[in-house]
T-cell receptor, first 117, second 109 residues
Framework: DARVTQTPRHKVTEMGQEVTMRCQPI?????VFWYRQTMMQGLELLAY????????DSGMPKDRFSAEMPDATLATLKIQPSEPRDSAVYFC???????????????FGSGTQLSVL | QKEVEQNSGPLSVPEGAIASLNCTYS??????FFWYRQYSGKSPELIMF????GDKEDGRFTAQLNKASQYVSLLIRDSQPSDSATYLC?????????FGTGTKLQVIP
């Protein structure tokens, strides 16, 4: 079965350290999403790529977060420096878009559980 | 106003009853809507999707879309304890894909 692969599954780090999360979208999917989920906020969109180009990263704190797609098989989300309030589950999802709208389901990775001490 | 709104719940229903989950959206350009179920500690999984006004049924699940009123709902018939989860509404608007914050459903045995 095709699946979105996220690494690492769990990350514990100290405040101030750099954190890099990786996502391998499903082959053939042209959209990639990064979401953060906490108990208080639910699913928050951090970044959204179509055909590797960033479309919306308005939900991402620009001073410390960055998202890139160096190629079609890899998306990265970096936090530098990390802070305790960044502790959350980070999900990557991929899908296919045609004509600018999402008309097929998103496939989610298993998430990265991040704890910043 | 949030772009996609859901009542956070929890919504409690007895086993065997109908659970009704609602979602309103503000983007009139949204063409597609998806309902995801998320168990605690797991990633969201798709339950239903709907593009056209009216009802769409799949087993115990029925999705309803009313574009004029800008709401989409999910009905779960014969609710089971295994349906207890958070249900997320996703609006697939033009260049804007937005999740609601989810409704927690509890099915009481």
């Amino acid at each position: 079965d095709a699946r979105v692969t996220q690494t690492p599954r769990h990350k514990v780090t100290e405040m101030g350290q750099e954190v890099t999360m990786r996502c391998q979208p499903i082959l053939g999917h042209n959209t990639v999403f990064w979401y953060r989920q906490t108990m208080m906020q639910g699913l928050e969109l951090l970044a959204y790529f179509r055909n590797r180009a960033p479309l919306d990263d308005s939900g991402m704190p620009k001073d410390r977060f960055s998202a890139e797609m160096p190629d079609a098989t890899l998306a990265t989300l970096k936090i530098q420096p990390s802070e305790p309030r960044d502790s959350a589950v980070y999900f990557c999802a991929s899908g296919r878009e045609k004509t600018g709208t999402l008309n097929e389901k998103l496939f989610f990775g298993s998430g990265t559980q991040l704890s910043v001490l | 106003q949030k772009e996609v709104e859901q009542n956070s719940g929890p919504l409690s229903v007895p086993e065997g009853a109908i659970a009704s989950l609602n979602c309103t959206y503000s983007d009139r350009g949204s063409q597609s809507f998806f309902w995801y179920r998320q168990y605690s500690g797991k990633s969201p999984e798709l339950i239903m999707f709907i593009y056209s006004n009216g009802d769409k049924e799949d087993g115990r699940f029925t999705a309803q879309l009313n574009k004029a009123s800008q709401y989409v709902s999910l009905l779960i018939r014969d609710s089971q304890p295994s349906d207890s989860a958070t249900y997320l509404c996703l609006s697939g608007g033009y260049q804007k894909v937005t999740f609601g914050t989810g409704t927690k459903l509890q099915v009481i045995p």
